[in-house]
């Protein structure tokens, strides 16, 4: 059994205009919701064996702030370019790509294809998935490859604003 958590990566700094949208850090709020949702999933012993990451400024910031929650050395966060202006397929991809010794996956990227992989995975509807919102999806595929092929389950749909 593989268990997925798509993560939105937390609210963004818009401040400095000139950066270029890669670059764009996480806000003050940004960084409270990561730290708080960071803390419910460790406190509910959420932890992950593998974690990707867009190599988008705000969400490799993210994946940091869960990574040092979740006792997750941060040199073995796997940033994917294929999460950063994308599509639902190359997020598909990525995780058929994990670690089959993985069984619990952390995936950090963006709005909207994160909702769009979601609702391809579920039979639910999720209208949007907020920033720094998780959707846990449980599969009884033993493989990565092969994660989105069998029916996939909602065990989880949080966000800061719940909390």
């Not at 790509?97 to 999720?126: E, G, M, Q, R, S």
């Not at 599969?139 to 029916?151: I, K």
């Amino acid at each position: 059994m593989k268990t997925l958590y798509l993560i939105r990566h937390a609210k963004s700094d818009w401040a400095l205009i000139t950066l270029a949208d890669i670059d764009r850090p996480l806000n003050n709020r940004g960084y409270t919701d990561a730290h708080k949702m960071s803390a419910l999933m460790q406190s509910k012993n959420i932890l992950p064996d593998e974690i990707i990451t867009s190599p988008a400024v705000r969400a490799i910031s993210t994946a940091l702030i869960f990574a040092r929650s979740c006792n997750y050395y941060a040199e073995r966060i796997k940033i994917h370019p294929t999460l950063y202006h994308s599509n639902t397929e190359q997020y598909l991809n990525t995780i058929a790509l994990a670690d089959n010794k993985a069984n619990t996956l952390f995936l950090f990227a963006h709005n909207p294809v994160i909702t769009d992989c979601a609702n391809a995975l579920l039979k639910n509807t999720i209208d949007e998935i907020p920033t720094c919102g998780i959707v846990g999806i449980r599969s009884n595929s033993d493989r990565w490859e092969t994660f989105s092929e069998n029916e996939c389950e909602l065990i989880l749909f949080d966000f800061p604003k719940n909390h």
